[in-house]
């Protein structure tokens, strides 16, 4: 079975363009989980949705960080304009009912 | 005070050795418990999930709960240097379904 599948692997661009990154969940789940990870505060999750639904936008550190779920199987995240404080590794995972999530690859984000 | 605390270690042992991961959480709420172990450069990979108290094994792994004392461990035995990785202990709430994810343990096994 295919699991999560993210895109692009690695995204290096500059300060103030426009960064977005793509998420494909393990079909048939029904929550997809964005998170970001950095040596300075670890794995934390940025949004989650259930049946294409954002629930918690909590962790969005700011209005320049919007996410998206058009469909069961795809979502997108999407920093515009960036900055080089967002440099991070982005991993999106997905989950059904009490189960765990599973991870994707991640998408190394450099922003020079 | 942090949801989840782990050591960050290093945790050091020898190959052939038990290794003992722990992590403290605190949320009494808490329900449903993961430990996921990542390589460097690499994605969060599940490795247990424990719901009850007690004992769980799956082959060289245990996992351990105490609720009462807001306790889990992960327990690897024959500790081989393929283990070593950085350990994240996970944790999720009644009626939500985010994970809370600890600082992780770094775990280095010498041959």
């Known amino acids: 079975d295919a699991g999560v599948i993210q895109s692009p692997r690695h995204e290096v661009t500059e300060m103030g363009q426009e960064v977005t990154l793509r998420c494909k969940p393990i079909?048939?789940?029904?929550?997809l989980f964005w998170y970001r990870q950095t040596m300075m505060r670890g794995l934390e999750l940025l949004i989650y949705?259930?049946?294409?639904?954002?629930?918690?936008d909590s962790g969005m550190p700011e209005d320049r960080f919007s996410a998206k779920m058009p469909n069961a199987s795809f979502s997108t995240l999407k920093i515009q304009p960036s900055e080089p404080r967002d440099s991070a590794v982005y991993f999106c995972?997905?989950?059904?009912?009490?189960?765990?999530?599973?991870f994707g690859d991640g998408t190394r984000l450099s922003i020079l | 005070q942090k949801e989840v605390e782990q050591n960050s270690g290093p945790l050091s042992v020898p190959e052939g050795a038990i290794a003992s991961l722990n992590c403290t959480y605190s949320?009494?709420?808490?329900?449903?418990f993961f430990w996921y172990r990542q390589y460097s450069g690499k994605s969060p990979e599940l490795i247990m999930s424990?719901?009850?108290?007690g004992d769980k094994e799956d082959g060289r792994f245990t996992a351990q709960l105490n609720k009462a004392s807001q306790y889990v461990s992960l327990l690897i035995r024959d500790s081989q240097p393929s283990d070593s990785a950085t350990y994240l202990c996970?944790?999720?709430?009644?009626?939500?379904?985010?994970?809370?994810f600890g600082t992780g343990t770094r775990l280095l096994v010498s041959p």
């Open positions: 949705f259930n049946n294409n639904v954002p629930i918690d």
């Open positions: 079909s048939g789940h029904d929550y």
């Open positions: 949320d009494r709420g808490s329900q449903s």
């Open positions: 996970a944790v999720r709430g009644t009626g939500f379904q985010k994970l809370v």
């Open positions: 995972a997905s989950s059904t009912g009490n189960q765990p999530q599973h």
């Open positions: 424990i719901y009850s108290n």
